[in-house]
């Protein structure tokens, strides 16, 4: 052999050895990650005896899946998750109706100003909720919104959602990337074709950039589903808790069972984890648009 | 015409028309259902059912009433209903510790124009129980179900120790002893079984915090009502928050906090007392109850006596908080009147009463009640006596109530974590609640 | 509708220019969000301004009392406690993401069987809802029955208090939130790391560069806008959490002695418990202020420090 093919050689052996280290340390990382999610599902599976024994066990002896319908009854588990669900849908549809136009409008279409009421969705981003929340509260009140999920599902549809770690802002910047990033021939061609405003928007952008808005649906399924502040403060009525603030108040009440608890724990989480098993790349794609979950 | 046929005439048109109008008042009044929501602490269990039994006896003897009953624990969640403009009827609250706050804020309607319309005589109730109400004078709330604590203990550990069953402590020296007898612990610190947990189970069982009591036991008091001001360094106080630091010292603060925080919770059966992991508490007689559901055999060797005071001052033995769950109706209720004639009965039918404080073992609020079995028992009549002597105290109501309450359990968890000392916990807390109190 | 007609001059990337709309243009595709934005969010905006020179209850109108809310702010020892609680986490927790998530990102840089899978893994904990996250790390960190002294013991370490230790509780809500966050900053890193062409890498081995030094010298540097904008991501999710604390504390809030009691933790304390809303809104536009004030500082030291490609460094 002569000297590049020994060096080759050398190489390939090399990088054979490091992927498998490779292979060792991410498994590693998987295994310690994943540990507290199944420990979660081991503990739902535990009877009442069974959680709490010193030194616990990882795997239950006798799997209890009864703890799972047992769970559903010390709370009114199912109208929440209505609840939920129709914050959700509600967060949705009025995120979609919201921004996409204001994102087309922020990106293919050219006006004064631009650039500048752009400037005002950024900061947006930045706003804390907690600088909104009260006056909110006080708003709902006078317009005797809070014995209703009104507080929750009217705000996206005006474009304004703020949670943890999304908000329509963010999906307005998102969306903007997407459509930026669209080809500009397109767009020309449209108007060659003599195509308005809305008909760009609606035949050419929304088709082309269903990525961005499959990414954007996600994301705003994932933090309204998961979203806890806003319903702590905004629902006063027990019969209209989401999900999220039904688990956390029966976690808080005296009379707590830690299997149960992580069994509903599973099932409220199940739904999300469903949609990033099947839709995991645009989950992926979002992140490296925004940096940011949703 | 003649006279006669008029008349006639016009009388049985008079007869027919008032008929017709009396009976379609009857239907209308029979249509017409008043709905009234309830919010109410007792939560689930035993205690939401004998709730429920009452609810549904109210509604047998009143037709036209509906009650709708939800455990909401949380209070935080009861007054951010009344202030957002959505507050339910009626409030049944567990423990008075946020009427001063609430009432002086105006989230409760004053009792007395209900009062006086009914006749209702305020003489019948037990006037501890009515003074957790009263607010700068005024009453805020009708009493029901007072409560009070005591020194629960269980006896086979103390048998186990070598100790006599039937003599508990009677001095906080003596108690502190005995609970060093009865605590085991291994060698990595880690504690298996406890004699005595300071500040268990503090606010769950309606108390501010066992500082509270202690500080009472020991002489101290938490506010003057004469000079109107906070005395929440006074020495007595300070001395009471040393006694139940020395037990956090002697077994290691995170040791102690690591027993109670894995423990299951409070009035289940893991709950460090009943799963017999702890010797000794200060709690009251709706324990027992718990106890006898869910642990049965443990149920007759629980051992009730007076909490002891220090020596030298035996006449504060038996101190005691005494409280009530307070019958309040918040402003923006839909239709207070017949809130109030709800709560007016509840809390003044003697039977109600002998019922509802045999099933959850709490103490009548009424003078006057028929016997019920646990009146005669002679550990439920520890809890009877403690409620009637001087012994019994009141937290102090008004209006940042609740901050103090808040602010003094946050004070004692320092000291018994050892992040600062007894003395400078509540120097601190005494400046902090004195500005609140100005502000 | 009016045909628009490009105006057929040629400027920059060859396409053709357009006309500047007039107003009327956008309106219709801004009218939701612009309403939004100025019902509410301007609005309650300005009125917290308002409130919080106020005491305000909600039960009775507020009452004007000018800066004595921000003075007593300054004297409270629990604000204080609650900004450095805040910034404990967030000088801890977001260096401590960046590091994981690049870590892990450099990891999967080159393709590897199963990487698909290996970043599935890392990154599911960002979709768990965070009241489930919470209340499962609640019952791991169970001094006598959790996974994790469980885990210790097993190599005979003294099982630890965690959220029950005033020293350790944070430590331990850091341990839940990096967990959180670690799979989604990856993604970023990785999404980051795709774009820096493999030739620099190439020409470095070339000249002898070791692997330290291709980081140092390639990898790092042009990472720059990513890690740049992590850091502010981040650091602004740190400065306004609130759930997993909440969760965590729910009974008591702040507990064990006020060791958890974070900014946003206070400021709900104060406004839904105390019913204290001006002292509230004066502390939520103090954190919004400095959330600003650290952005704008970032944005100006961005402009020295990172590299961004196609530009020219003086």
């Not at chain 2, 005995?178 to 610190?189: P, S, V, W």
Request: net charge neutral.
């Amino acid at each position: 052999m002569n000297l590049f093919q020994t060096m080759a050689g050398t190489t390939k052996r090399r990088r054979r050895l490091t992927d498998g280290a490779r292979h060792v340390v991410l498994i590693c990382i998987s295994l310690v990650v994943l540990l507290p999610l199944a420990w979660m599902v081991a503990s739902s599976l535990k009877s009442n005896s069974a959680i709490f024994v010193y030194p616990p066990q990882l795997v239950p002896s006798h799997p209890k899946f009864d703890n799972y319908r047992k769970a559903f009854d010390y709370i009114p588990f199912w109208l929440y998750f209505r609840n939920s669900v129709i914050v959700s849908a509600a967060t949705i549809c009025g995120i979609l109706f919201s921004c996409v136009p204001a994102a087309y409008a922020f990106s293919i279409l050219r006006w004064r100003g631009r650039d500048l009421v752009f400037f005002l969705v950024l900061a947006g981003i930045m706003l804390p909720f907690q600088v909104l929340m009260v006056p909110l509260y006080v708003m709902y009140r006078d317009l005797h919104f809070l014995g209703t999920l009104l507080p929750l599902i009217v705000p996206p549809f005006f474009g304004q959602y703020i949670s943890s770690a999304f908000s329509a802002s963010l999906a307005i910047f998102l969306l903007r990337q997407f459509f930026r990033s669209l080809p500009g021939e397109l767009i020309d061609a449209a108007r060659i074709d003599g195509a308005g405003d809305w008909s760009i928007l609606l035949r050419v952008v929304i088709p082309v950039a269903r990525g961005g808005l499959i990414t954007v649906t996600l994301f705003s399924f994932l933090s309204s589903w998961t979203d806890f502040l806003a319903p702590l403060i905004f629902l006063n009525k027990g019969s209209l808790f989401t999900l999220s603030l039904g688990l956390q108040q029966y976690q808080s009440l005296h009379f707590t069972a830690f299997n149960y608890l992580m069994a509903a724990a599973f099932v409220f989480a199940l739904p999300v984890l469903l949609a990033f098993i099947f839709a995991q790349r645009f989950f992926v794609e979002g992140i490296a648009l925004t940096g940011l979950r949703g | 015409m003649s006279i006669r046929l008029v008349t006639r005439s016009l009388v049985s048109g008079a007869v027919i028309l008032g008929s017709l109008t009396s009976a379609a008042a009857a239907a209308s009044a029979g249509a017409k259902v008043v709905n009234l929501t309830m919010w109410q602490q007792w939560g689930g269990g035993h205690e939401e059912a004998a709730l429920d039994k009452v609810i549904k006896e109210y509604e047998a003897l009143n037709p036209g009433v509906r009650i709708t009953e939800t455990p909401v624990t949380n209070s935080a969640k009861i007054l951010t209903a009344i202030s957002g403009g959505t507050p339910p009827d009626i409030v049944d609250l567990g423990t008075s510790l946020e009427v001063g706050e609430w009432a002086s804020r105006g989230a409760l309607l004053p009792m007395a124009p209900y009062i006086s319309s009914s006749h209702l005589n305020t003489g019948v109730y037990v006037p501890a129980a009515l003074d957790a109400l009263t607010v700068s004078g005024q009453l805020y709330g009708l009493p029901f179900m007072d409560f009070d604590v005591g020194l629960l203990y269980n006896k086979t550990l103390f048998k186990q120790a070598g100790l006599n069953p039937n003599d508990p402590p009677t001095t906080t020296q003596q108690l502190q002893s005995d609970a060093f007898k009865l605590t085991k612990q291994e060698a990595n610190g880690r504690i298996t079984q406890l004699g005595f947990l300071p500040d268990y189970p503090g606010q769950s069982n309606g108390q501010v915090c066992t500082l509270e009591d202690m500080g009472w036991d020991f002489g101290g008091q938490w506010y003057n009502d004469k000079t109107h001001s906070i005395t929440a360094d006074a020495p007595q106080n300070i001395a009471a928050l040393n006694y139940e630091a020395s037990f956090y010292k002697k077994y290691g603060a995170s040791n102690m906090a690591n027993f109670e925080s894995s423990a299951g919770a409070y009035l289940t059966a893991n709950d460090p007392f009943e799963s017999g992991k702890l010797a000794m508490v200060y709690d009251g007689p709706w324990a027992l109850q718990y106890i006898e559901a869910n642990r049965p055999s443990l149920a007759s060797e629980i051992g009730v006596a007076p909490f002891p005071a220090p020596a030298g001052m035996s006449s504060l033995r038996g101190t005691t908080f005494i409280d009530t769950n307070p019958q309040v109706i918040p402003r923006g209720a839909s239709d207070p009147s017949a809130a109030f004639a709800f709560i007016k009965w509840e809390t003044t039918s003697p039977e109600v009463t002998a019922t509802f404080a045999q099933l959850v073992a709490n103490l009548p609020q009424l003078k006057k009640v028929p016997s019920f079995p646990l009146a005669n028992d002679s550990r439920f009549r520890v809890f009877i006596n403690e409620a009637s002597s001087a012994n019994a105290h009141v937290w102090p109501q008004l209006p940042y109530s609740t901050e103090y309450g808040v602010r003094l359990c946050q004070a004692q968890q320092s000291a018994l974590l050892g992040t600062t000392t007894a003395a400078k916990a509540m120097g601190s807390l005494q400046t902090t609640m004195e500005s609140s109190a100005s502000s | 509708m009016p045909v628009q007609q490009p105006i057929s001059h040629a400027s920059e990337a060859g396409r053709p220019r357009w006309r500047w709309r007039p107003w009327r243009g956008p309106l219709p595709f801004l009218l939701p969000w612009l309403i939004g934005f100025i019902a509410l969010t301007i609005i309650p905006l300005f009125l917290s301004l308002y409130w919080s020179f106020t005491n305000y209850d909600m039960l009775q109108p507020p009452q004007w009392v000018g800066a004595s809310n921000y003075v007593q702010l300054v004297h409270d020892p629990l604000f204080r406690t609650s900004v450095i609680n805040t910034s404990f986490m967030v000088v801890i927790g977001v260096p401590a993401g960046i590091v994981l998530g690049l870590g892990c990102a450099l990891l999967l840089r080159r393709p590897i069987r199963g990487s698909a899978l290996y970043r599935g893994a890392i990154f599911v904990p960002a979709v768990v809802p965070s009241v489930a996250v919470a209340v499962i790390w609640i019952w791991i960190f169970n001094p006598d029955y959790g996974l994790l002294n469980a885990a210790l013991g097993v190599v005979h370490i003294k099982p630890q208090g965690w959220l029950a230790s005033p020293s350790l509780a944070k430590p331990s809500l850091l341990m839940l939130l990096v967990w959180e966050a670690v799979g989604q900053i990856m993604v970023l890193m990785l999404a980051g790391l795709k774009e820096i062409p493999g030739e620099l890498y190439e020409a470095a081995s070339l000249d002898g560069a070791k692997p330290l030094q291709h980081f140092r010298y390639i990898t790092f540097p042009l990472l720059g806008p990513v890690l740049f904008y992590s850091l502010i991501v981040w650091m602004i999710f740190y400065l306004q959490f609130f759930t997993e604390a909440f969760v965590a504390t729910a009974q008591d809030l702040g507990e064990p002695v006020n060791s958890t009691l974070f900014y946003s933790i206070y400021i709900y304390q104060n406004a839904f418990q105390f019913l204290k809303m001006g002292y509230a809104s004066a502390m939520a536009w103090i954190l919004f202020a400095v959330t600003m004030i650290i952005t704008v500082t970032l944005f100006r030291l961005q402009r020295r420090f990172i590299f961004y490609r196609g530009e020219q460094r003086a």
